[in-house]
């Protein structure tokens, strides 16, 4: 890997853009959000797959709860979240080893103009669906208008941002947008494209399990038990095997998703040989508990793989929709009264460190002390809008370690009071002489995240807080989310280097209360919404810099989540046939990267 590529690769955006500005639009084999894609045009394979992996074996891992719909694209139902990326194809595929580059897949060539205000896709000919169906212009069509209108929450804002969608060609495609976003290029090429034949008299919105879409892509799922397993098979006749993209890819013969109620369960699969790969969180754990008798004896291999990817957000997300969040006092005593420190030490013997922004371990996160330079100029204007910190610094609490954090208990009443709460016969209370309470949502199984969560109660109880815990399977989980039924939440939300329009759905106004979104929290923000449109318009590196940190500090200021563990490493213990590149990308084990360029060596 190489740790300054982000600055690297963003280096010449400048000379880039105005070079791009003088040049007539030409159709290309890939493109970058900012400069130039690294790949030249004659690249025969990703840097981080090897072209030379024999095909066979199967990859066998294990996730805690269950399933009931096997289409990832619509919001009906509970899907696995692999499934998205295991059996679904796009016009370009995405590079792991770049900030933001894409290159042609099911697209022959991409053009674009130097505004970046419409972009058109040539189809490659030799493109088919997995049951040797052409993929036609029509296809292509047909996906975009049904997903934005019909489809998942996560397609509908692209949708609302094209004016006009047509044919130009035998197998052209050309979409032109209504607003200035450049990034909109880019996100047209990672459209699922779905057979539009399938969906002939059938209901898209409320297919489930009963439909098994047909994709374009490599594997295709083979059989399933709801509830238990997904198989899914590597397609032998799989149109793309030669493209440049797609070689060392899609090496392995089966991907099988087993499904256990429990962490313990999992585990105790993993160690019998019921699972063959697995992916540990828990640094105590990999260290005093992988020691059973496979790995001693050399069948099952541990590896530490490292990345460069951003922390993203994980801890428990409060619900400002709810009266009882919305004062960000009461979330600032929510995060003084969780006792990281001690919670660290108890589960990992220190060993994790914690997340700090959203965008921490990487070069766009915010920087300790004062905001300075461009990233105050963005913020300043909005002073009277950002909560406390974002302009003169803000940092987490630091609790002292101990199991009772009298400081930090203290600095949280403090807080409680100064919001109108008040300490009766040892309960807290609300202005209106009702107790204050909360509850929070959790998904079954997850032992560890209940481990954190029952420490956090016993803290909550010292200020005389009652907090309730719902553990519930995941079909509930999702439904309580989806409808924002929750005071607080467990909550995990990844980020990348080029963040973009997706950050309107995680944390825009606009689509803050629309059921299946993904701000949890319910932000609503005029700052972050400037934000989020001041990275998306930039027109120099720095500015796109300094708006991402401008963003990072007006939603980590915002307290909105009380943030846990990173993992800056991944940790993967498998049996000794699988084997991984040397070569690893700056996204390493992202989606796509495991099991997409792992192969099997006997």
Do not use: C
Not at 185 to 210: H, M, T
Not at 377 to 400: I, K, M, Q, S, T
Request: net charge negative.
């Amino acid at each position: 890997m190489r740790s300054d590529f982000f600055r690297l690769s963003l280096g010449s955006f400048a000379a880039s853009v105005v070079l791009a500005t003088s040049a007539r639009a030409e159709p290309l084999h890939g493109i970058a959000m900012y400069g130039e894609p690294a790949l030249s045009a004659d690249f025969t394979h990703l840097p981080y797959a090897n072209p030379d992996a024999l095909n066979g074996g199967k990859i066998v891992t294990s996730s805690v709860g269950t399933f009931d719909s096997l289409n990832p694209y619509i919001q009906k139902g509970s899907v696995h979240w692999q499934l998205r990326f295991l059996t679904q194809e796009s016009l370009m595929g995405r590079s792991l080893d770049e900030p933001f580059s894409l290159y042609g897949v099911l697209a022959e060539t991409i053009e674009t103009s130097p505004e970046r205000d419409w972009v058109e896709f040539t189809l490659r000919e030799e493109a088919t669906f997995s049951d040797g169906s052409p993929v036609t212009v029509e296809d292509v069509l047909w996906s975009y208008e049904t997903l934005g209108t019909q489809g998942h929450g996560r397609y509908r804002g692209f949708w609302e941002k094209v004016e006009t969608l047509e044919q130009t060609g035998p197998r052209a495609v050309r979409i032109t947008f209504n607003t200035e976003d450049r990034e909109l290029v880019l996100i047209a090429g990672l459209r699922p494209i779905l057979k539009k034949a399938q969906w002939d008299g059938v209901e898209f919105a409320e297919s489930g399990r009963d439909i098994v879409p047909i994709t374009s892509a490599e594997y295709v799922i083979d059989e399933f038990e709801a509830g238990r397993y997904i198989s899914l098979k590597r397609n032998p006749d799989y149109w793309g095997n030669d493209i440049p993209f797609r070689r060392g890819t899609g090496n392995l013969d089966e991907i099988r998703l087993e499904f256990y109620g429990d962490d313990t369960a999992a585990f105790e699969a993993f160690k019998v040989g019921e699972v063959n790969a697995n992916r540990e969180f828990n640094v105590a754990k990999w260290e005093s508990q992988y020691n059973f008798p496979r790995v001693q004896n050399g069948e099952v291999v541990l590896s530490v793989v490292p990345h460069e990817r951003p922390s993203g957000m994980t801890g428990f997300a409060m619900n400002t929709r709810r009266d009882k969040f919305a004062d960000w006092r009461v979330r600032d005593a929510m995060l003084h009264a969780f006792n990281f420190e001690f919670i660290n030490e108890t589960l990992t013997g220190s060993a994790q460190p914690r997340i700090t922004s959203y965008w921490s371990n990487s070069p766009l996160g915010m920087e300790d002390g004062p905001a300075t330079g461009r990233v105050r100029e963005f913020l300043e204007p909005f002073a009277a809008d950002l909560p406390p910190g974002a302009l003169d610094g803000y940092a987490l609490p630091v609790a002292d370690g101990s199991e009772r954090n009298r400081a930090g208990i203290a600095a949280a009443l403090d807080q409680m009071a100064a919001a109108g709460y008040t300490v009766v016969d040892g309960a807290m209370t609300n202005p209106d002489g009702t107790p204050f309470t909360f509850d929070i949502l959790i998904q079954s199984g997850g032992s560890e995240n209940k481990a954190i969560t029952d420490m956090f109660v016993q803290s909550l109880e010292r200020m005389g807080i009652t907090a309730t815990v719902s553990a519930v399977d995941r079909p509930q989980f999702k439904e309580r989310t989806d409808t924002y039924d929750f005071d607080m939440v467990y909550y995990r939300r990844g980020v990348s280097l080029s963040p973009g329009n997706e950050q309107y759905a995680y944390y825009g106004s606009e689509r803050a209360d629309e059921e299946g979104g993904r701000n949890l929290m319910g932000v609503k923000s005029p700052v972050v919404d400037e934000m989020i449109g001041k990275l998306l318009t930039s027109e120099s590196q720095d500015d796109f810099v300094a708006a991402v940190k401008a963003l990072d500090r007006t939603l980590t200021s915002g307290r909105y989540v009380i943030p846990i563990y990173q993992w800056n490493i991944s940790r993967q213990a498998h049996v000794k046939e699988l084997k991984f590149p040397d070569e690893l990308p700056i996204f390493g084990d992202w989606p796509g990267w495991q099991p997409d360029v792992w192969w099997w060596e006997d």
